[in-house]
């Protein structure tokens, strides 16, 4: 063994024991770890939940962070309900609602969000194409392409459009049971895409059929997309190359957002996925992430009670991601309104992710998750991520059961728009 | 037709830029991040590895540390600390020997107000010129009060194209100074007053203390952006004397005369000049300093039917307005602003905002409150490097201590704040697909507020007992 190959194999060890080490408190809880909306306890209960497949044991708070706001003042009322045996909880939602079309059920109502290749690297891509498929879900290719090691798992892979039309080819459509149109992020709404030019290598440049270490920007909007009536055209286009999949509107959360989603509705799109600003993964300007749109937990109401209004409610999946960082988010969330959530930022944490931001400095994330480093990019094996991934998962699982049966409900489908089981701490 | 190159003449159009450029600190600011390790636990680790490695010297002592903190000399023994970004790998591969925490003296930083999160940033933007970007989605506190219960609107589809930071299509950040009359009367109009477009919505405010060597700065500053600074101070300076905005009183009206200022403010809480001023300065645009408080509203309303050209507006330093029972800002703005429309005044002049205006976000905030534009003030100092001495609040009273600076270096740390915070504007602006930062003004329709959505979409939730 050379010796760059034993200098990650010494790291990679050291970092997997470490991540598995920390939640015991052994160490005491580290003072520079998380911030407001994922503290210190979240990530260490994250890492716990990724290592046992078990909610932690040792009293670390794994439902909420500190925000402040939102989810983190939202609580469930406790009393007067017949519990009901968790095992006998569904948890399973459809990804279709429409009379026509494919019907996809997902056995979890979670599945991961766009992550592109290039702002991430591909052994965790590959981690998360490998956990979807274990879970029976999906994960979304992010808008940098469609590389040839993920074919394998195409069934459980979304196939994302934006603005950059990056990887997307005929093909790439005709795989996807979903293909999901990205017109906005929260990380960054209403502006574009950036991956800069450090990142930019030889495999990503020819995955995004660009030139290598050349920043490459996605405009924002749509420049073929004016109106839901254009919207329409690229919801046909699709169908016409591959009939078979379903359509997902990606959006962020504006003043009109259920305007947004009627529209994204009338054009043919079987989910409504919306994107609140507090959430995303990507690298961006922070007055974009902290400013701009709003978050999740106020939007999701806000689109849920219009397409009640509206009527269609049930012919529509509302799916809400942009800061969901635990099993007990998702609950709210769906309480609030949502049929289920997406997320990305939890997946990064279950495999060593600190929240710490840095993932466009220098050589990009120094445990491998947001890099294109070849020596960096080893650290996460895609087994290892895979199993961590669905552990986490498994966890949520057991967490939401809990929830639900708490309520004495046998499904999750049950819980949609229940906002009576919530109570507010001021 | 065809085009003949030798008879086109080149065009003079220059699209807006600010020329940003490093700007290292001159003083030495605190390390974000406490690195330390245990000293006896990290030998027993090296001799450790050195036997699993075999004594191989490249593996022993890869560290695992991507930033160099441990690249000095003695390695973990001796951490350079300066150089953490608090990525807690560190921590991570060796928990039992190292340790990373915020720094107490960067816990320090700042006041009440303050905190060491904003003093860092305007630092970082002063010296890079480059706009704060991570990854990873938010990390701080949900909404809250002032400014930060405001989120900006944005648009999904139905929009103009974007320019961004990138730059495609131009979206303009240029405001205008000095009243605009609702009608032309063609008998009066060599009388007009003059009006004035600055490129960026923002002046340099009244300083609390300042040095020589700071003044010089703001106004090398002032006169590179082509933006305007506010002086008590009647003597013009050496520096950017045609961006002096002069705060006249009885006593300098003499002398205001003698080397007039294209705009002049005055204390309108103090004395009733406008008219006195006006008169004496036919071609300067007369501002009326009015804090903001319960009776704004109505003083703005009366001043600018009085005819003032401008109304600049003005809270203490953290952003509290003057009220008994003080409010942000933001909230009397809006009052202010939604008064002089509902008397069918707004049009006629222009709003100053300024008070606890330290982070680019507040620009566009404040605008959707009201302004058409902003003051800075103690900003302006904590890009120069000035010393935190306690709270800065009090307007007569600021805690905040200037060093002593190069105007030439404190000019281009200034330049570079305008820079970032001009590009920040346009992000905001480009998410909203909006051209022109003038639409902006009091559209709080392109705004969400954390306390109006928190009571629509929680309607229902019970509180918790
Ligand atoms: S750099 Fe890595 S650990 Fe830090 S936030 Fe980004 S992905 Fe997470
Ligand atoms: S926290 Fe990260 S940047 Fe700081 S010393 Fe440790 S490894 Fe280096």
Redesign the interface.
């Known amino acids: 063994m050379g010796?760059l190959e034993?200098?990650v194999e010494?790291?990679s060890e050291?970092?997997h024991h470490?991540?598995e080490?920390?939640p015991s408190l052994?160490?005491g809880l580290?003072?520079?770890?998380g911030?407001?909306?994922?503290t210190a306890e979240l990530i260490l209960a994250t890492y716990e939940m990724a290592l046992t497949g078990d909610l932690p044991k040792n009293g670390l708070e794994y439902r909420t962070g500190n925000?402040?706001?939102?989810f983190?003042?939202?609580?469930w009322?406790n009393n007067g309900f017949a519990r009901i045996d968790q095992e006998s909880v569904d948890l399973s939602i459809p990804l279709n609602k429409r009379e026509d079309g494919k019907k996809i059920t997902i056995p979890l109502p979670i599945y991961g969000g766009g992550m592109s290749f290039g702002s991430i690297s591909l052994n965790f891509m590959l981690a998360r194409a490998r956990a979807a498929k274990r879970l029976d879900t999906f994960m979304s290719t992010g808008e940098g392409g469609y590389p040839d090691e993920i074919v394998p798992y195409r069934d459980h892979v979304i196939t994302q459009v934006a603005t950059g039309m990056f990887g997307v080819r005929e093909e790439t459509i005709q795989y996807a049971p979903i293909v999901e149109f990205k017109?906005?992020q929260?990380?960054?709404?209403?502006?574009?895409g950036?991956l800069l030019a450090d990142k930019v290598t030889s495999e990503v440049a020819k995955m995004r059929e660009s030139s290598m270490f050349t920043s490459l920007?996605s405009?924002?909007?749509?420049?073929s997309?004016?109106?839901?009536e254009?919207?329409k055209k690229h919801v046909d286009w699709i169908k016409t190359v591959n009939p078979r999949a379903l359509v997902s509107v990606k959006?962020?959360t504006?003043?009109d957002v259920d305007m947004?989603a009627i529209g994204s509705y009338y054009a043919g799109a079987n989910i409504i996925h919306i994107d609140g600003?507090?959430?995303?993964?990507?690298?961006?300007?922070?007055?974009?992430?902290?400013?701009?749109?709003?978050?999740i937990?106020?939007?999701?109401?806000?689109v849920h009670d219009y397409l009640v209004s509206e009527g269609v409610r049930d012919d529509v999946v509302l799916i809400a991601s942009?800061?969901i960082r635990t099993a007990d988010d998702i609950a709210k969330a769906i309480a609030?309104g949502a049929d289920g959530c997406v997320v990305a930022?939890a997946e990064?944490v279950a495999v060593?992710?600190?929240?710490?931001?840095?993932?466009?400095?220098?050589?990009g994330c120094?445990?491998g998750i947001?890099t294109t480093d070849p020596e960096?990019s080893r650290f996460i094996d895609p087994e290892w991520g895979e199993t961590r991934i669905v552990n986490l998962f498994t966890a949520w699982s057991k967490r939401l059961r809990s929830i639900l049966a708490g309520f004495g409900l046998e499904s999750v489908r049950d819980l949609r728009g229940r906002?009576?089981l919530?109570?507010?701490?001021? | 037709m065809v085009l003949d190159p030798e008879t086109v003449k080149p065009s003079k159009y220059e699209r807006f830029r600010i020329e940003t450029k490093p700007t290292p600190h001159v003083y030495q600011i605190p390390n974000k991040f406490d690195v330390s390790a245990r000293k006896v636990r990290l030998a027993a680790m090296l001799v450790r590895e050195a036997f699993q490695f075999k004594l191989n010297k490249e593996v022993v002592l890869s560290r695992p540390c991507i930033y160099g903190v441990f690249g000095g000399r003695f390695g973990g023994f001796k951490p350079l600390k300066h150089k953490c970004v608090g990525c807690m790998r560190c921590v991570q591969e060796y928990p039992h020997i190292m340790t990373v925490k915020h720094s107490d003296s960067y816990k320090r930083l700042g006041d009440s107000f303050w905190t060491p999160e904003a003093v860092f940033t305007i630092w970082n933007e002063a010296s890079t010129g480059k706009i704060p970007v991570k990854g990873m989605g938010y990390k701080g506190a949900f909404g809250g009060e002032g400014f930060d219960g405001i989120w900006t609107d944005m648009s999904e589809i139905v929009r103009p194209t974007r320019d961004g930071v990138y730059g495609r299509e131009y979206i303009s950040t240029s405001v205008d100074v000095g009243r605009k009359p609702t009608s032309v009367d063609f008998s009066k109009i060599d009388r007009s007053s003059p009006t004035i477009t600055i490129p960026v919505p923002i002046i340099f405010d009244k300083l609390p203390a300042g040095s020589g060597d700071v003044r010089a700065a703001v106004g090398i500053a002032a006169e590179k952006l082509g933006t305007f600074y506010v002086s008590r101070q009647r003597t013009p300076f050496d520096f950017g004397p045609a961006s002096l905005i002069p705060v006249g009183d009885e006593e300098s009206i003499q002398e205001l005369v003698e080397r007039p200022s294209a705009i002049v403010e005055y204390d309108a809480e103090k004395s009733d000049l406008f008219e006195k001023l006006a008169g004496a300065l036919p071609s300067s645009i007369v501002i009326a300093r009015v804090p903001l408080r319960e009776d704004a509203g109505m003083v703005a309303c009366k001043l600018t039917r009085q005819g003032v050209h401008g109304l600049h507006l003005y809270g203490d330093y953290h952003g509290q307005d003057y009220s008994k029972e003080p409010k942000h800002i933001s909230a009397s703005l809006k009052e202010v602003h939604q008064q002089l429309v509902k008397e069918g005044l707004r049009d006629q002049v222009t709003i100053i905002a300024s008070g606890g205006i330290t982070l680019a976000e507040h620009v566009p905030k404040a605008i959707i409150c009201g302004a058409d534009l902003v003051g800075i003030d103690t900003t302006i100092l904590v890009a120069l490097q000035s010393e935190f001495r306690g709270e800065t609040r009090d307007r007569a009273n600021c805690q905040m201590k200037p060093r002593k600076i190069d105007p030439e270096w404190g000019a281009q740390r200034l330049v570079n704040l305008f820079g970032v915070w001009h590009d920040q504007l346009i992000e905001i602006l480009s998410a909203m697909g909006m051209r022109d930062v003038r639409r902006l003004r009091g559209d709080i329709g392109r705004s969400m507020m954390d306390a109006e959505l928190r009571e629509q979409s929680f309607k229902g939730i019970a509180w918790a007992t």
């Not at chain 1, 997309?225 to 839901?228: A, E, I, L, P, T």
């Not at chain 1, 937990?297 to 806000?302: F, S």
Request: glycine fraction near 16%.
């Open positions: 010796n034993l200098i010494k790291h050291r970092i470490g991540i080490v920390l052994r160490h580290p003072e520079g770890l911030n407001k909306r994922w925000s402040g706001g939102g983190d003042v939202l609580g009322k017109y906005a929260g990380a960054k709404p209403g502006l574009g950036h920007y405009p924002f909007p749509f420049h997309v004016y109106s839901v254009d919207h959006v962020s504006p003043t947004v600003g507090y959430g995303g993964t990507g690298a961006a300007p922070e007055i974009a992430k902290k400013n701009i749109a709003m978050p937990e106020y939007a999701i109401p806000k942009g800061g609030l930022t990064a060593g992710c600190t929240h710490c931001g840095n993932c466009e400095r220098g050589r120094q445990v947001t960096l906002r009576d919530l109570v507010r701490y001021k």
